[in-house]
C-alpha cells in the first residue's frame, strides 16, 4: 500500500535558524510531489511541485526552497526563517494519472518565534 | 491552475441534519475533486466528478456539478459528530494546469 510520511510533525524555531522539512512516498514510483502551507485563517497555498528528481518549480516567491534528492523523497529548507513563515506544512503526491488527486501527508506544525 | 471558492465560510448544524457546501470556479476544468481536513491534520480526498458528470453519489455524500454555472455542491446526509471538519474543493483543468490549489474551506461543525 501507499503511504506518505512527514517529519517533524511538531517544530518550534527562533526567527533566523533553518528549517528543514522532510516528506516520503512508500509503495509508488515516479510521482509528482507537493508542498503546501496552510497560514492561520487562510487557504492552502501550493509552494512547490516536483515532477522528477531535482525537478522543482515555485508557485509564490518567498524565503523557502526545496529539493527532491530522491524519487520519494522530497525536502523543504530555509536558510534563515521569518515570522511569516509560521504555518502547517502538507506534502502531497499524486501519481500522474488523468484525474490528479493528492494524497496528503499528516502536516508539520512549524511556529518562528 | 485555479482556485475553488467554498460558500459557507462556516455552517453549524445538529446532529442528524443536511450539510451543504457550495464552491464556485472560473474557467474550464476536467474535474472536480472535494477533500475533508479534520482539525491539525492533512487533507483526505472524498470523490471526484468529472466535468460530463452531473452528480455522484458515494455513501452519505451527493456532489452535483453545474459547468455553465461553473459551480459545484456537496451534500452530506445525516450528518454526525465526527463529520465536523474542514471541506475543501479543488477544480482541475488538467493538462498543463494539473496542480490543484485550495480556497478557504467550509468549516462544518456538527453538534450531538
Known amino acids: 500500500s501507499q503511504t506518505i510520511h512527514q517529519w517533524p510533525a511538531t517544530l518550534v524555531q527562533p526567527v533566523g535558524s533553518p528549517l528543514s522539512l522532510e516528506c516520503t512516498v512508500e509503495g509508488t514510483s515516479n510521482p509528482n510531489l507537493y508542498w503546501y502551507r496552510q497560514a492561520a485563517g487562510r487557504g492552502l497555498q501550493l509552494l512547490f511541485y516536483s515532477v522528477g528528481i531535482g525537478q522543482i518549480s515555485s508557485e509564490v516567491p518567498q524565503n523557502l526552497s526545496a529539493s527532491r534528492p530522491q524519487d520519494r523523497q522530497f525536502i523543504l529548507s530555509s536558510k534563515k526563517l521569518l515570522l511569516s513563515d509560521s504555518g502547517f506544512y502538507l506534502c502531497a503526491w499524486d501519481n500522474r494519472g488523468w484525474a490528479n488527486v493528492l494524497t496528503f501527508g499528516a502536516g508539520s506544525r512549524l511556529t518562528v518565534l | 491552475s485555479q482556485q475553488g471558492e467554498e460558500d459557507p465560510q462556516a455552517l453549524s448544524i445538529q446532529e442528524g441534519e443536511n450539510a451543504t457546501m457550495n464552491c464556485s470556479y472560473k474557467?474550464?476544468?476536467?474535474?472536480l475533486q472535494w477533500y475533508r481536513q479534520n482539525s491539525g491534520r492533512g487533507l483526505v480526498h472524498l470523490i471526484l466528478?468529472?466535468?460530463?458528470?452531473r452528480e455522484k453519489h458515494s455513501g452519505r455524500l451527493r456532489v452535483t456539478l453545474d459547468t455553465s454555472k461553473k459551480s459545484s455542491s456537496l451534500l452530506i446526509t445525516a450528518s454526525r459528530a465526527a463529520d465536523t471538519a474542514s471541506y475543501f474543493c479543488?477544480?482541475?483543468?488538467?493538462?498543463?494546469?494539473?496542480?490543484?490549489?485550495f480556497g478557504k474551506g467550509t468549516l462544518l461543525t456538527v453538534n450531538p
Open positions: 474557467t474550464s476544468i476536467n474535474n
Open positions: 479543488a477544480p482541475n483543468s488538467g493538462g498543463s494546469n494539473y496542480k490543484l490549489t
Open positions: 466528478i468529472r466535468s460530463n458528470e
